[in-house]
């Protein structure tokens, strides 16, 4: 199957501050979701992006299908945005998650 | 949109019981549905497929008689824990896709089961 895996493992962020998380993918795709796990567990979709650039208010993403990777851009992080993101990779519907990258932002 | 529930959101069982949890897309039809489990401080790991009326492709290593999937409608999809041990003690969440040009899945709240 698919590997996924991303980077860093663990982040801590000072409120306001802005950070980057990578998701490395072996294999071509045409399906690529970036997720926030809240703490009741809760998946929220931040991006469908198999390729191309999206923005969301304070959130950003790349995806360089090409070059098998993906960024998740916070800015101006908010004690709220604590938790883990998942990268989700995948040809067609079948998703391959990575081990996640547990956030955490400090007032 | 894109709204998924699941019922229920935690259960607690004994040993040797069965357990059904459902799975609803609330605003569109789902072509697709997906069950995961989620140990603690782990990722989602892919149990089974579902389409609306045909059998479910489960996952190598998945036990097909134990972790029984049934999709009843576009709209609706069960997983039952049959005979559940407390192995079986996980966080299971589903997901579904609905029709269209993208292959985006939205997913439930989750539901915790704890076999005792």
């Known amino acids: 199957g698919i590997q996924v895996e991303q980077s860093p493992p663990d982040l801590i962020l000072q409120e306001g501050a802005n950070s980057t998380l990578r998701c490395n993918f072996s294999d071509s795709v045409n399906n690529l979701q970036w997720f926030h796990q809240n703490p009741w567990g809760q998946l929220i979709n931040l991006f469908y992006?198999?390729?191309g650039t999206k923005q969301n208010g304070r959130l950003s993403a790349t995806t360089v299908a090409t070059e098998r990777y993906s960024l998740l851009y916070i800015s101006s992080s908010q004690t709220t945005d604590s938790g883990v993101y998942f990268c989700a990779v995948g040809v067609d519907y079948k998703l391959s998650f990575g081990a996640g990258t547990t956030v955490t932002v400090r007032a | 949109g894109a709204v998924v529930s699941q019922h229920p959101s935690r259960v607690i069982c004994k040993s040797g019981t069965s357990v059904k949890i459902e799975c609803r897309s609330l605003?569109?039809?789902?072509?697709?549905m997906f069950w995961y489990r989620q140990f603690p401080k782990q990722s989602l790991m892919l149990m089974a497929t579902s389409n609306e009326g045909s059998k479910a492709t489960y996952e190598q290593g998945v036990e097909k008689d134990k972790f029984l999937i049934n999709h009843a409608s576009l709209t609706l999809s069960t997983l039952t824990v049959t005979s559940a041990h407390p192995e079986d003690s996980s966080f299971y969440i589903c997901?579904?896709?609905?029709?269209?040009?993208?292959?985006?899945?939205?997913f439930g709240p989750g539901t915790r089961l704890t076999v005792t």
């Open positions: 605003d569109f039809q789902a072509t697709t």
């Open positions: 992006i198999p390729s």
């Open positions: 997901s579904a896709s609905r029709r269209g040009t993208s292959y985006e899945q939205y």
